[in-house]
């Protein structure tokens, strides 16, 4: 124990230990934390969806006519008419032939890829890719290959030597920076090189492209071929879960051989009748995203005038960067002291040197709240040393 103990006294050390507040409240813009009331900036539920009264009662509904447990795994005897209803519902939206559900993001991820590779493999990553893509490829034992963020001519230059079984992998829209990957490009690479491309759309779904169908369709592209999307419904969509689409045959193979798929209990199906209301409700009403970047632009602009280390991102994830994990925490105190709430996030998630605060915009913030942020930041100086 001694030995753990030391561990987590080194990083309580560097600044980088990690505590869980608890919410006494639904997610939204104004939660609850440890008895306290705070004004949100942390959440992933970008339309303002988590706590809809409409997906609340398709939950009840879901649950009252399916139960709650779905009782197995998809394979067995666990795949139920809301599983299936919700993975039409998406493959039309996307505009792909199939979809198929995960249970997360995470697992979908790890399935994809180690269904798709093997030892034999190359999988090429942006070096700003999601814990779980990493993750996803050192599992398949394939070759891990990462070109700098978004760099295409990095890109060529490590894939030119490389030949065989090879994938593409990158977040669309980057979970802590916000920026979006050059998918057109990428798309190309990838034809040329024969190699399937994964996008990862778990920021842009619902967001971006007409109706909130995606970064692809935001790029102009489609789920078809070699090109894999895979997009979350606990971030925008704001229920849980996950889902894969593509063509008939990668589908088909996911459904044979994706481990984490086939070896895990089927989400519970009133969960996935819920996200069908709450996709239903994404499409219809644009005013969401409307409102969201709206938001995103009085935010970008209010911030610019303050000389805030802005970052290169036209979406809802809008980071300050503070560099060391202590200025980003001294940041977020002081900020939870004037009653806002926004997450400081540190190395490993980001770069040495990278700490930063994570603004996350969402369509229910309104206008004064976005302005009460802007003040409140207006007494946190970026360059004061916290130590
Ligand atoms: C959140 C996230 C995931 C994981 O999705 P879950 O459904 O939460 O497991 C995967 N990729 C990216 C880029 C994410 O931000």
């Given amino acids: 124990m001694t030995a753990l103990n030391d561990k987590l006294q080194a990083l309580r050390e560097r600044d980088l230990y990690r505590t869980r507040r608890v919410l006494d409240s639904a997610q939204g813009v104004q939660v609850v934390v440890d008895g306290e009331r705070l004004l949100s900036f942390c959440s992933n539920d970008y339309l303002g969806l988590a706590a809809d009264p409409r997906i609340i009662a398709a939950l009840e509904r879901g649950a009252r006519d399916y139960g709650v447990g779905s009782g197995a795994s998809h394979l067995v005897s666990g795949h139920m008419r809301p599983h299936h209803q919700l993975e039409e519902g998406l493959a039309a939206f996307v505009g792909a032939e199939r979809a198929l559900l995960f249970s997360t993001g995470y697992m979908a991820n790890i399935g994809v890829m180690s269904a798709l590779m093997d030892r034999h493999g190359v999988v090429l990553e942006d070096k700003l890719n999601h814990a779980s893509l990493i993750d996803a490829a050192q599992l398949t034992r394939a070759?891990?290959?990462?070109?700098?963020?978004?760099?295409?001519?990095?890109?060529?230059?490590?894939?030119?030597?490389?030949?065989?079984?090879?994938?593409?992998?990158?977040?669309?829209?980057?979970?802590?920076?916000?920026d979006l990957a050059p998918l057109r490009a990428l798309s190309e690479f990838s034809e040329k090189k024969g190699a399937w491309l994964l996008a990862d759309d778990a920021h842009g779904l619902g967001v971006l492209g007409e109706n909130g169908r995606g970064s692809l369709h935001h790029a102009g592209l489609r789920p078809t071929g070699r090109v894999i999307y895979m997009g979350t419904l606990g971030k925008g969509l704001g229920s849980f879960g996950a889902f894969v689409a593509g063509d008939e045959a990668l589908i088909e193979t996911l459904i044979q051989s994706a481990r984490t798929y086939i070896y895990t209990t089927a989400l519970p199906p009133a969960v996935a009748a819920a996200t069908s209301e709450a996709l239903r409700i994404t499409e219809a009403e644009d005013w969401r995203r409307e409102q969201l970047f709206a938001r995103v632009k009085r935010f970008r602009a209010g911030a610019a005038a303050l000389g805030l280390g802005l970052m290169d991102s036209e979406t809802a994830i809008q980071p300050i960067l503070f560099g060391s994990a202590s200025k980003a925490l001294a940041a977020a105190a002081r900020l939870r002291e004037l009653g806002i709430w926004v997450p400081a996030i540190r190395p490993p998630t980001v770069p040495d040197g990278a700490a930063r605060l994570r603004v996350s915009l969402t369509a229910a913030h309104t206008e004064s709240q976005v302005d009460q942020l802007l003040r409140a930041l207006e007494s946190v100086d970026q360059n004061e040393s916290a130590s």
């Fill in 143 to 178: 070759r891990l290959v990462r070109y700098r963020h978004a760099d295409l001519a990095h890109l060529n230059e490590v894939g030119a030597a490389l030949d065989g079984p090879m994938l593409v992998a990158t977040d669309a829209v980057f979970s802590m920076d916000g």
